[in-house]
């Protein structure tokens, strides 16, 4: 009878592992679903941008809450915390308004926080497919933005100073923003000195090398007419 009961034990051990064997054959750990972060399509205006007031403000799965004291978003998709992002000196200012867009011209849902006007603290979430995760987009103010997809370029900027204003067109890598052009506009002429130009408008590139300079609105690229007006629209 001892013999028998080893026997039986010595079978059943083998017929584990050939099951155990098995399973790990064919019941691999499952890979967690990507998040489906389809963008929804925005449609340019007739001079070709999407402005700020044009960003969606309800997503089908996102939603974000932000802290009262404006240091924390907390990121929810179908109504499951996702991701936390923080910053103890502030990531927007009060009152702050979400936003959802392809800010990065991925086809991917970003988020953008914030009143979105001159001089406010304002934060932009682009989302890593690869990652599954928003990165944070720092370095730049992300003041008044507008997107010109022909181009895929982020514009920001606002005024800096009672006489002087400086827009920023942007570029993207991944989720890095690179300014690409950056136009000054000097109001008072007797500030161009200290302010460092000689007429009211003066667009530089990247490498601070100067590509217009002149007082006239027409005298520069159609693309940055039209983004002037916008930042400063004429007085009726």
Known sequence: MKTKSLLLGAFALC??????????????PETPAKLDMTAAQVNPNASGFIFLDQFL????????????????????????EIQTIEDETG?????????FLDAN???QTDIYLGPGFSRTL???FVWDEFEQ????VSGTSLQ?????????????????????????????NKSMIMMDENLAIVLDPEAYGAIGV??????????????????????????????VTTFCPPEE
């Open 15 to 28: 017929l584990g592992l050939f099951t155990a064997c098995g399973n790990n054959g064919n019941n691999k």
């Open 122 to 124: 304002n934060a932009l």
């Open 133 to 136: 995760q928003f990165q944070v």
């Open 144 to 172: 008044n933005p507008m997107l010109h997809p022909a181009t895929k370029s982020f514009i920001e900027g606002g005024s800096s100073s009672y006489c002087e204003t400086d827009i920023y067109l942007n570029k993207w």
């Open 198 to 227: 000689e007429h009211r408008y003066t667009l530089k590139d990247a490498d601070d090398k100067v590509l217009y300079s002149t007082d006239e609105i027409e005298a520069l690229p159609e693309m940055w007419q039209t983004i």
């Open 91 to 99: 990531l927007v200012s009060d009152e702050a308004t979400v936003r």
């Open 57 to 80: 403000t309800t997503d089908p799965h996102l939603s974000v809450k932000i802290s009262d004291d404006f240091t924390t978003a907390t990121i929810f998709y179908d109504g499951k």
């Open 105 to 107: 011209f991925d086809g």
